[in-house]
């Protein structure tokens, strides 16, 4: 286990510092020039060189990027140049918002997939696994901002039952914090559930088909306890890596849907920082998201090894 543990530390840590490489390259792509973005309509040049000397704008590149790497090592993110914020600061505002998001979100992909997933494999062939695939089909490709918009036309504008964006922080009122999160959780849920429908009706056949449960039936164990007792444990194995590795993906892959309903997420803190030049904002978003990837990459391969006893020697 300390092995396995020293292993995936070894890469992860080489695969953050390229990911932050990348992250500070490409952002130095993007058209424009950031000093003039900040120095507002009238763009006096005294106040542009002030800018490019202040952000290190006139540095070469790799200054800029060991300068920028050795903030971070000392747990420094910058300042936003938008909100004059300290990013850090900001970070931690924003994280728990996509954090309770990807949680709900999971959370729903769970209560419809397993379920949906266990009835398609035993009802193999039948009308429930084929409504089950045509659920799948469906999760998997409707866009995430285009169901977003039709639940708000429905459940906000002619029914008016949920409201159509915006967050209220659950310290305030939780009834008021599941209702504003209620939607776009079922927006990023649908997806993922129709991802881990699939896994595991997959697993459930090929657990069916195993030695072990037909001798189970042989000896005339019942049909229900020989699913939950022998055949579900074993094929819900790989889906528990799975959907670690799912949960790591909401958190990264919330921008449309936080953008839709509003929410001050890491999606909505990326976006305004592209739009508003703020460089600094999307390396820290971008590098810490990749680190949560990471984390729960990480945390998936650990769950894995402890479901399945034969892999910890």
Not at 169 to 196: C, D, H, Q, R, Y
Not at 267 to 286: E, L, N, P, T, W
Request: with cysteine; net charge positive; hydrophobic share 55%.
């Amino acid at each position: 286990m300390t092995a396995l543990l020293l292993r995936r530390l070894g890469v992860a840590l080489p695969t953050l510092l390229l990911v932050s490489m990348m992250v500070f390259g490409l952002q130095k792509l993007l058209p424009g020039d950031p000093a003039l973005a900040l120095a507002g309509e009238e763009r006096s040049p005294e106040v542009i060189e002030y800018l490019r000397e202040k952000y290190r704008f006139n540095d070469p590149v790799p200054v800029q990027y060991a300068a920028w790497l050795g903030g971070l090592l000392q747990g420094d993110f910058g300042t936003s140049v938008r909100t004059r914020l300290p990013i850090g600061t900001m970070l931690a505002e924003k994280l728990p918002v996509t954090i309770e998001l990807a949680f709900l979100s999971m959370l729903v992909a769970l209560v419809l997939g397993l379920p949906i997933g266990i009835i398609a494999a035993l009802k193999r062939g039948s009308a429930l696994d084929y409504g089950a695939s045509l659920f799948g089909l469906a999760g998997l490709s409707i866009p995430n901002f285009w169901l977003g918009i039709m639940l708000i036309l429905l459940f906000s504008v002619n029914l008016g039952w949920l409201p159509a964006g915006g967050y209220v922080p659950p310290s305030e009122s939780l009834w008021g914090n599941l209702k504003s999160m209620l939607m776009p959780a079922f927006v990023l849920g649908t997806g993922t559930a129709a991802i881990i429908m699939r896994h595991t009706r997959s697993a459930m056949i090929q657990a069916m088909k195993q030695d072990y449960v037909r001798t189970a039936r042989a000896k005339g164990v019942k049909e229900r306890k020989l699913v939950l007792r022998h055949a579900l444990p074993n094929a819900l194995i790989p889906v528990v890596t799975l959907g670690t590795l799912q949960f790591g993906e909401l958190l990264a892959g919330a921008v449309l849907t936080e953008q839709v309903f509003s929410i001050p997420g890491f999606g909505k803190m990326i976006v305004d920082g592209v739009f508003g030049r703020d460089y600094a904002v999307v390396q820290a978003v971008v590098l810490c998201t990749a680190a949560v990837f990471l984390l729960m990459s990480f945390l998936a391969d650990l769950a894995y090894v402890l479901l399945n006893p034969r892999l910890r020697t």
